[in-house]
């Protein structure tokens, strides 16, 4: 089955900095690869999501990118702001409704 | 439109009762799933339930879980002889089955074993 690694674990930026997290997977047959962020209490909520037909995909201050050679990818986060600190999941899966594999979290903190 | 309703919020109980969690998915997706959240942890996957086919029961930590899908819609996991261990927040996810489409989370159903 898919094993999908994610690192950091703990990520401190100032505000302002930019983040940047990432996820490498197991399985070659992977081609969909969502982003979920958490905020202590809340459910998790897709933010970005990539397909293996691209390369990179970005949304205003959020970005992701893959690489399916080295079956890794990274989601970067510019201009962090103070509401951006929660906890990110990466996962990946074979898309049409199959399973997906969750990493373990990156909790993120931005300081002022 | 409505997302994905669970139901109780949070349920506490004492060790050893059986408690029954609610998930009902957002319209049209017949795909759901179940996973469990230690307070500070990541997600574990315990079942998913895909349309018409034999549910991937694979993430069940033990006997004492099961869960159920009738009609293709609502979804009840249910744990016998709860025990502390199992104190955590149950969420629940749904997505349409085609194609590459996100999981939609519920809330979750924040259980405590006393």
């Known amino acids: 089955g898919e094993n999908v690694e994610q690192h950091p674990s703990t990520l401190s930026v100032q505000e302002g900095d930019s983040a940047v997290i990432k996820c490498t997977y197991s399985?070659?047959?992977?081609?969909?690869f969502p982003w979920y962020k958490q905020e202590l209490g809340k459910r998790p909520q897709l933010i970005i999501d990539?397909?293996?037909?691209?390369g990179e995909k970005k949304d205003q201050r959020i970005a992701v990118t893959l690489n399916k050679t080295a079956k890794h990818f990274s989601l970067h986060i510019t201009e962090t702001q103070p509401e951006d600190s929660a906890v990110y999941f990466c996962?990946?899966?074979?898309?049409?409704?199959?399973?997906?594999?969750f990493g373990t979290g990156t909790q993120l903190k931005v300081e002022l | 439109g409505a997302g994905v309703s669970q139901s109780p919020s949070n349920k506490v109980t004492e060790k050893g009762k059986d408690v029954e969690l609610r998930c009902d998915p957002i319209?049209?997706?017949?795909?759901l799933y179940w996973y469990r959240q230690s307070l500070g942890q990541g997600l574990e996957f315990l079942i998913y339930?895909?349309?018409?086919?034999?549910?991937?029961k694979s993430g069940l930590p033990s006997d004492r879980f099961s869960a159920e899908r009738t009609g293709g819609s609502v979804s009840t996991l249910t744990i016998q002889r709860t025990q502390q261990e199992d104190s955590a927040v149950y969420l629940c996810?749904?997505?349409?089955?085609?194609?590459?489409?996100?999981?939609?989370f519920g809330d979750g159903t924040r259980l405590s074993i006393l």
């Open positions: 319209s049209g997706h017949t795909a």
């Open positions: 990539i397909r293996s037909n691209v």
């Open positions: 996962a990946g899966g074979r898309g049409g409704g199959n399973k997906l594999t």
């Open positions: 399985d070659s047959a992977s081609n969909y």
């Open positions: 339930f895909q349309g018409n086919s034999a549910p991937d």
């Open positions: 996810a749904s997505s349409p089955l085609q194609g590459n489409q996100p999981q939609h």
